[in-house]
C-alpha cells in the first residue's frame, strides 16, 4: 500500500469515526436528557392522581371501590389529560378504563407503597408505564397510567435520520479532503522519488527542486546537494580515468618510438655488416634514445614518489634561494646561448626547497628550450600574503592560448618534434603542477607568440616573523 493510500485511508477512518462517535454521543445525550424529562413529568402526573385518588379513598364517603370508578371519571379530563391511557383493575378484571389501554393489564399487582414504572412499545409507539396497588373496601385495587413517550422517540430518530444524511456528506468531504491532502502531501514526496529513479538511471544532472520550508523541502536541498556531489565525483573520476587512459597511450607512444629504433640498429650490430662510420652512428643513436629512456624513467620516478610525499616546509630566504638556482643553472643555460637572470627580494618564505628548485629547474629548462640559442630567462621571487611568488619570464616563441590549458597534462608538448630532439618527454610541467598543489599554490602562463612566455607559481606558507633588531 503506498503512502497516500495510507495517508487517505487513515484519515478519513479518523474524520468518520471521531464525526461518528461525536454525533452519536451528542444525539444520545439529547435523548437522554429529553426522555428523562418525559418520564419525570409522567411520574410526577401519575403520583398525583394516585394521591388524589387514595386521598379520597380514605374518607368515609368514598371507601368502597366502586364509588372510586366515580372518582376516576371526575378526575379524567378526556383528551386533555396527561396520560394517553388510565386502568383500574382487580385482579384482570378491569374497573375503570380510559385512552389507549393495550399496554396496561398485563402485569402483576405491585406491592402496597410501591410504585412500579416501565418503559414498553406497542403497536402505536412508545409508552411510559406507572403501576401502584391501592386498598378499597377490603380489596386490593391496580392502578395503571401509561404516558406517551413516542414524540421523544420520533424527535430521536429524526434526529438520527438527519445525522447520517450529514454523516454520509461529512464522510464525502472528508474523503475528498483525504485526496486533497494526500496529493499535497505526497507531491514532493513523487517529486523525490523521481529524482532518485532518474539519478540511478545515470541522469546525474536531475534535481528534485523542492521549494517547501518543510521538512520534505529541507530533504530536497539535502539530497540536490548530494546529487550536485555526486555527480562532481563522477565526472572527477571520469576525467581521471581519461587522463590515465591518454597518460598511458603517451606512456606507450613514447616508450615505442626509441625502442623500435634501439631494436632495429642492435639488430644491425649484431649482424656485424656495417661499416665503421655506420656502426659509431648507430652505437650513438642507441645511446642517446637509452638516455631520453633513462630520463623518462627518472621523470616518472619523480612524478611516483609526488603523490606520495609530503613536503617539509623550511623558512628560506628568496634571495639566497634564488642565487643558489642561479649559480647551479648557469652552465647549462650558458652551453645553450641564453642568460639566465635570477632574483629575489630581501625576506624570507616557508616551503619545501627541494621541490621548489625542482620546479624552477623544470621551468628554466622548459623556457631554455623555446629560447633555441640566444634569449633570455628572467626569474623573479617575492613575498606575498601568506606565502611567496615566483615569476619565470622568457622572450621565446610563446604559445598560443589554446595551448596553455593542455601543456600541464602528462606527456603533452606543443611542438613535439623539437622536444623529442631536445630530450622533452612533456612530464616537465606535470611535475610542477603537483608540486604547486602540494604548497596549496596555484600555477598560471600567460604567452604571446613570438613575444615570449610568463609563469607564475604562487605558493602559500607559514612566513616567518623577524624580531626585532633582525636583518633582512
Known amino acids: 500500500m503506498s503512502v497516500r493510500l495510507k495517508l487517505i485511508v487513515t484519515v478519513s477512518l479518523l474524520l468518520a469515526l471521531s464525526f461518528g462517535i461525536g454525533g452519536t454521543a451528542l444525539i444520545s445525550s439529547s435523548f437522554q436528557q429529553a426522555l428523562a424529562a418525559e418520564k419525570s413529568a409522567a411520574l410526577e402526573s401519575y403520583r398525583s392522581l394516585r394521591d388524589s385518588v387514595s386521598l379520597l379513598n380514605n374518607t368515609g364517603s368514598y371507601s368502597y371501590y366502586v364509588n372510586l370508578t366515580d372518582v376516576l371519571k371526575?378526575?379524567?379530563?378526556?383528551?386533555?389529560?396527561?396520560?394517553?391511557?388510565?386502568?383500574?383493575?382487580?385482579?384482570?378484571?378491569?374497573?375503570?378504563?380510559?385512552?389507549?389501554?393495550?399496554?396496561?393489564?398485563?402485569?402483576?399487582?405491585?406491592?402496597t407503597g410501591l410504585c412500579v414504572c416501565t418503559?414498553?412499545?406497542?403497536?402505536?409507539?412508545?409508552?411510559?408505564?406507572?403501576?401502584?396497588?391501592?386498598?378499597?373496601?377490603?380489596?386490593?385495587?391496580?392502578?395503571?397510567?401509561?404516558?406517551?413517550l413516542t414524540p421523544a422517540f420520533s424527535a430521536r430518530d429524526a434526529q438520527l435520520r438527519l445525522f447520517w444524511i450529514l454523516y454520509a456528506g461529512a464522510a464525502a468531504l472528508?474523503?475528498?479532503?483525504?485526496?486533497?491532502?494526500?496529493?499535497?502531501?505526497?507531491?514532493?514526496?513523487?517529486?523525490?522519488?523521481?529524482?532518485?529513479?532518474?539519478?540511478?538511471?545515470?541522469?546525474?544532472?536531475?534535481?528534485?527542486?523542492?521549494?517547501s520550508q518543510d521538512e520534505f523541502g529541507q530533504l530536497s536541498r539535502d539530497f540536490d546537494a548530494m546529487a550536485g556531489k555526486?555527480?562532481?565525483?563522477?565526472?572527477?573520476?571520469?576525467?581521471?580515468?581519461?587522463?590515465?587512459?591518454?597518460?598511458?597511450?603517451?606512456?606507450?607512444?613514447?616508450?615505442?618510438?626509441?625502442?623500435?629504433?634501439?631494436?632495429?640498429?642492435?639488430?644491425?650490430?649484431?649482424?656485424?655488416?656495417?661499416?665503421?662510420?655506420?656502426?659509431?652512428?648507430?652505437?650513438?643513436?642507441?645511446?642517446?634514445?637509452?638516455?631520453?629512456?633513462?630520463?623518462?624513467?627518472?621523470?616518472?620516478?619523480?612524478?611516483?614518489?609526488?603523490?606520495?610525499?609530503?613536503?617539509?616546509?623550511?623558512?628560506?630566504?628568496?634571495?639566497?634561494?634564488?642565487?643558489?638556482v642561479e649559480q647551479t643553472l648557469a652552465p647549462m643555460t650558458k652551453e645553450r646561448g641564453v642568460r639566465l637572470i635570477c632574483r629575489g627580494e630581501p625576506g624570507r618564505a616557508v616551503f619545501d626547497?627541494?621541490?621548489?628548485?625542482?620546479?624552477?629547474?623544470?621551468?628554466?629548462?622548459?623556457?631554455?628550450?623555446?629560447?633555441?640559442?640566444?634569449?633570455?630567462?628572467?626569474?623573479?621571487?617575492?613575498?606575498?600574503?601568506?606565502?611567496?611568488?615566483?615569476?619565470?619570464?622568457?622572450?621565446?616563441?610563446?604559445?598560443?592560448?589554446?595551448?596553455?590549458?593542455?601543456?600541464?597534462?602528462?606527456?603533452?608538448?606543443?611542438?613535439?618534434?623539437?622536444?623529442r630532439s631536445q630530450g622533452g618527454a612533456g612530464l616537465g610541467l606535470a611535475l610542477c603542477k603537483r608540486i604547486v598543489e602540494l604548497h596549496s599554490g596555484n600555477l598560471s602562463f600567460q604567452s604571446q607568440v613570438g613575444k615570449g612566455t610568463c609563469v607564475t607559481v604562487t605558493l602559500y606558507g607559514k612566513r616567518k616573523r623577524?624580531?626585532?633588531?633582525?636583518?633582512?
Open 74 to 111: 371526575e378526575l379524567d379530563p378526556g383528551q386533555d389529560a396527561a396520560w394517553m391511557g388510565l386502568l383500574l383493575r382487580q385482579d384482570q378484571t378491569a374497573l375503570y378504563s380510559s385512552g389507549d389501554t393495550s399496554l396496561l393489564g398485563t402485569g402483576q399487582a405491585p406491592a
Open 119 to 148: 418503559t414498553a412499545r406497542g403497536s402505536g409507539g412508545w409508552a411510559y408505564l406507572a403501576s401502584s396497588s391501592l386498598q378499597s373496601g377490603g380489596q386490593v385495587l391496580v392502578l395503571e397510567a401509561a404516558f406517551d
Open 174 to 211: 472528508g474523503l475528498l479532503a483525504a485526496l486533497l491532502i494526500g496529493a499535497l502531501l505526497t507531491r514532493d514526496l513523487r517529486k523525490l522519488t523521481t529524482a532518485v529513479r532518474r539519478i540511478s538511471s545515470g541522469n546525474l544532472a536531475w534535481r528534485s527542486d523542492i521549494h
Open 230 to 324: 555526486l555527480q562532481e565525483n563522477f565526472a572527477r573520476m571520469e576525467s581521471e580515468m581519461q587522463r590515465q587512459d591518454a597518460f598511458m597511450g603517451a606512456f606507450a607512444h613514447e616508450l615505442k618510438t626509441p625502442m623500435t629504433s634501439i631494436i632495429g640498429y642492435a639488430d644491425l650490430l649484431r649482424q656485424d655488416s656495417l661499416e665503421e662510420e655506420d656502426r659509431m652512428g648507430a652505437a650513438n643513436y642507441i645511446f642517446s634514445e637509452g638516455q631520453r629512456l633513462e630520463k623518462l624513467s627518472f621523470k616518472l620516478l619523480e612524478l611516483l614518489l609526488l603523490e606520495q610525499d609530503t613536503p617539509v616546509m623550511r623558512d628560506v630566504s628568496l634571495n639566497a634561494f634564488l642565487a643558489d
Open 353 to 419: 626547497p627541494d621541490l621548489v628548485k625542482s620546479l624552477l629547474y623544470n621551468l628554466i629548462d622548459n623556457a631554455t628550450k623555446a629560447l633555441g640559442e640566444g634569449g633570455t630567462v628572467a626569474v623573479e621571487g617575492k613575498r606575498i600574503s601568506g606565502g611567496c611568488q615566483f615569476q619565470v619570464v622568457d622572450n621565446g616563441r610563446g604559445m598560443e592560448e589554446k595551448e596553455l590549458s593542455k601543456i600541464t597534462e602528462a606527456f603533452y608538448r606543443v611542438d613535439k618534434a623539437r622536444s
Open 466 to 472: 623577524r624580531k626585532r633588531g633582525e636583518k633582512r
